[in-house]
Every structure is written in structure tokens, then in C-alpha cells.
């Protein structure tokens, strides 16, 4: 096909993209959707099983090239290439190829590729986890790719080290490690493997997080008394106390522009969540529509949804607006973060010694489990 033949057929193609991309976009508060039906043909080995997860966590059937709406054909040559048509007009809306590095990292960005052309939004076939597994006598924390692919262990405590949470936009984390005999948080250049304690005050350092701005902190510090909520500068200096009450406060998450906190508090006797702005002021509660034991909130990147898990016999997750209202349950699990789609949410399943992590692509249920290690895993947090 000549160039302008080929880019005319991409402008046709696109045309019929807006209509589609709102439906990959469906309220998650809602029914599930149905999943983009698409054909991947003339793909073997790693590059065929690494496209079929890829492409199926983020909302795409992989189908017979006869029911497909879209139809992925791989190239001939050394280097994993894609030509993606749109069945209906046969217009292909890219061609392209993939040369260097291997060929997971190939077809990961083959199918980031697919699902920009067809929605709009960026893939996140790139992106890492970090999370915790229990290795039968020390938890440690543990990095890989999105799907589990390249795990390595990061910390070598052989003690409890637990809550990771990575700094924005850097190959950083914060997390807890009781190496010294007692909770403290720790910062860990990954890069260059530097770490250095952030918290070390008497009694309880946990659950830090950064700012999505990369400034703060937020973390749950039990030095003036009871475990509270507190904010410091990103390098810890300068703590300040945001609640005060007598009962516990824990896993504090950060809204989208860095100005409000979402957490948990015991305050009315029961786990519920509640917002506080991060400079200070009356700490409020977000109504999930009476669902109670609401706990380990994560806030969307896009800033219109809380994830948390209701923990009551058996864990489940639901979502429910930032802004508070009806809760929707979307699948057994806990522990929830949010991929940076604000589509895709990583979380453990399963009980004791028997967990791991699944990705839940929230518009239409779907679940599918991570590569996993030996071990126990949780305590999941995706890189954004």
C-alpha cells in the first residue's frame, strides 16, 4: 500500500476510535462490560503468550480471526513486529517493528502500542510492582514486571520487611523493615541500591507513602501516643501530626494533585475510611453506602475512584467515588493499587501461605494471576 493510501486508511480507521474508547472507559461503578474482541495471528512462543496477557488484561478477548474486531498480524522478519487492522474496513492503523532487547520486552511494547491505537490511553505492559513475600522465616520485598516476569528481591533483612510503596517516577521505594528489632521505614534507591532510615522513632514507623508531587510523605507514626496519621518532608524532616485520636490510623493513600489523604481510623469503632487535607484540619468520613470494615484504601491516579478491601470473613475489594456514595463490589481479594490507567488494579487473592497477586481489569472483571514466586505474596504497589 502506498503512503497515502496507508495514511488515509489509519484517518478512516481512527474515525471509528472515539466511540470505541468510551466503551473501554465504562463506568467501573457499573455492570461489567464486554472485552474488545481481537485476532493475534502468526505469533508463537514467549511473544504470542506475553501479547494474549497483555492484551486480555486491559480489556481485549483474544478470539478467531472470524469474530474479531481488530486483528493483531505478526511480520516475518528476526524482531517482533505487528501490522493491527480493523476488521470491519480491513484499514490497518499501524505497521510496525520492534528491534532490540528481548522479545517480552518486544511484544510488551507491541501491545502498549495496541491498546494506545485503540483507546487512546497508554498500556502498561512496562510498568513494575513491588510487594511482599513471605519466604517461610523472613518477608522481604520483592520487584518485577507488571506480570511478574524479571522478579528480583530487594531487600536481604532476613527479617519482616513489609508495605512497599514506590516513589513517583523514580526506581525508588519506602517500606518497613523491623531489621533493627523494631518497625521502621526505610528509603531504597533501587538504581543504586543506597537505603537509608527515614523514620526511627520509638514505637510504630509503617505505612509511608510519597506524595504523587514527590514531596511528602504521609506514614502512620505511633510516637505521640496511639498510632496517628503524620506528614513530613520527603527526606522525614519536619513531621507534623494530623489526627489525634485515641484509636489507631493506618494505610494512608494520596489524592491525584497531592492535597488530600485518604486513610483508615478505629475512631467510631469500626474500620472505616476517612479523608483529612495534608495540610491539617478535621479529619472526615467518606461514606461507602454502609458498607463497614473498610480498610487499605488506594485513590486512582485520575482521581475519581477509592479501592479498598472490606474485611469481613472473606476479603473482598470495592470501589467507591473519592468524592463518597454507593461502594461497588468487583472481586474477592485485598490489599488494591491502582495501575496508572486508573483501569487496572493489582491485589493478593487467597489465604496464609497460599497468596499471590492477580491483575483485575475493572471495567470487565477479568482476573488473571501474576508469574509468581516461591512463597507467599502481598501487599502489592504498582509503580506510576
Given at each position: 500500500m502506498k503512503l497515502p493510501s496507508l495514511l488515509q486508511a489509519m484517518a478512516i480507521g481512527a474515525a471509528v476510535l472515539p466511540a470505541l474508547a468510551a466503551g473501554f472507559d465504562a463506568e467501573i461503578s457499573g455492570q461489567a462490560v464486554k472485552s474488545i474482541p481481537i485476532a493475534v495471528t502468526g505469533y508463537t512462543g514467549e511473544a504470542a503468550q506475553v501479547l494474549k496477557f497483555d492484551l486480555e488484561v486491559l480489556g481485549f478477548d483474544v478470539v478467531p480471526a472470524a469474530k474479531a474486531q481488530f486483528e493483531l498480524k505478526a511480520g516475518a522478519g528476526s524482531e517482533v513486529q505487528g501490522t493491527l487492522i480493523d476488521t470491519g474496513n480491513q484499514h490497518p492503523l499501524f505497521a510496525r517493528s520492534y528491534p532490540g532487547g528481548s522479545v517480552r520486552s518486544q511484544a510488551h511494547t507491541l501491545s502498549d502500542d495496541v491498546v494506545k491505537a485503540v483507546t487512546g490511553n497508554a498500556g502498561i505492559a512496562r510498568t513494575k510492582i513491588a510487594y511482599k513475600a513471605d519466604l517461610g522465616g523472613a518477608k522481604e520485598v520483592y520487584v518485577s514486571d507488571y506480570d511478574g516476569a524479571n522478579a528480583f528481591r530487594a531487600t536481604e533483612d532476613r527479617s519482616i520487611t513489609a508495605s512497599p510503596a514506590w516513589v513517583p517516577g523514580r526506581l525508588a521505594l519506602l517500606y518497613t523493615s523491623y531489621k533493627g528489632g523494631k518497625p521502621d521505614v526505610y528509603s531504597h534507591d533501587l538504581a543504586t541500591g543506597a537505603r537509608s532510615r527515614v523514620f526511627g522513632f520509638n514505637g510504630l514507623n509503617t505505612s509511608a507513602t510519597v506524595s504523587p508531587d514527590g514531596t511528602r510523605i504521609a506514614v502512620i507514626l505511633s510516637k505521640a501516643g496511639s498510632p496517628d496519621l503524620w506528614v513530613s518532608n520527603i527526606d522525614g524532616t519536619n513531621p507534623?501530626?494530623?489526627?489525634t485520636t485515641k484509636e489507631s490510623e493506618s494505610s494512608p493513600c494520596w489524592s491525584p494533585d497531592s492535597k488530600t489523604i485518604c486513610f483508615v481510623s478505629n475512631r467510631d469503632g469500626k474500620a472505616a475510611l476517612y479523608t483529612i487535607s495534608a495540610g491539617g484540619g478535621e479529619m472526615r468520613k467518606l461514606s461507602t453506602g454502609g458498607i463497614l470494615n473498610c480498610t487499605e484504601p488506594d485513590w486512582s491516579p485520575d482521581g475519581k475512584w477509592i479501592a479498598f478491601t472490606r474485611a469481613a470473613g472473606e476479603f473482598t475489594l470495592y470501589v467507591v467515588p473519592a468524592g463518597g456514595g454507593d461502594a461497588t463490589a468487583i472481586t474477592a481479594g485485598e490489599d488494591p493499587?491502582?495501575?496508572?490507567?486508573?483501569?487496572?488494579?493489582?491485589?493478593?487473592?487467597?489465604?496464609?501461605?497460599?497468596?499471590?497477586?492477580?491483575?483485575?481489569?475493572?471495567?470487565?472483571?477479568?482476573?488473571?494471576?501474576?508469574?509468581?514466586?516461591?512463597?507467599?505474596?502481598?501487599?502489592?504497589?504498582?509503580?506510576?
Open positions: 507534623r501530626q494530623l489526627t493499587s491502582w495501575a496508572r490507567n486508573s483501569r487496572t488494579i493489582v491485589f493478593t487473592r487467597g489465604r496464609d501461605r497460599a497468596r499471590r497477586l492477580s491483575l483485575l481489569d475493572v471495567p470487565t472483571r477479568r482476573v488473571k494471576d501474576v508469574n509468581r514466586i516461591s512463597g507467599s505474596c502481598s501487599q502489592p504497589s504498582w509503580a506510576r
